[in-house]
């Protein structure tokens, strides 16, 4: 599984770091991240600002390893606005 995640051309997290990572899954993570650095593309969306990454990884050299593989040659796009699920929702619509 680790190998075919290394070798897609695009992999996109969504929700990142979402809820804490263990160790294992930290691990696995920077096995991946690692396989790919310089190879292939790498998405990460997500609402957790930037600043919080640090304490959803438990372990700080692991931390700074997979910081170290995703920001190097990274484009960053800072979003704001409403969620577009609520924009778009029927339930949201105006009823006049």
């Given at each position: 599984?680790?190998?075919t995640?290394?070798?897609?051309?695009?992999?996109?997290?969504?929700?990142w770091?979402?809820d804490?990572?263990?160790?294992?899954?930290?691990?696995?993570?920077?096995?991946?991240?690692?396989?790919?650095?310089?190879?292939?593309?790498t998405?990460?969306?997500?609402?957790?600002?930037?600043?919080?990454?640090?304490?959803?990884?438990p372990?700080?050299?692991l931390w700074?390893?997979?910081?170290?593989?995703l920001?190097?040659?990274?484009?960053?796009?800072h979003?704001?606005?409403e969620s577009?699920?609520?924009v778009?929702?029927?339930l949201?619509?105006?009823?006049?």
């Amino acid at each position: 599984m680790l190998r075919t995640l290394a070798r897609t051309p695009l992999l996109i997290f969504d929700d990142w770091l979402r809820d804490p990572l263990s160790r294992s899954q930290a691990t696995d993570l920077l096995k991946i991240l690692d396989d790919r650095y310089g190879r292939r593309a790498t998405m990460v969306v997500t609402q957790v600002p930037v600043a919080d990454w640090h304490s959803r990884i438990p372990d700080p050299t692991l931390w700074d390893a997979i910081l170290d593989r995703l920001i190097h040659n990274a484009y960053r796009l800072h979003l704001e606005g409403e969620s577009m699920r609520k924009v778009h929702s029927p339930l949201s619509a105006d009823p006049n």
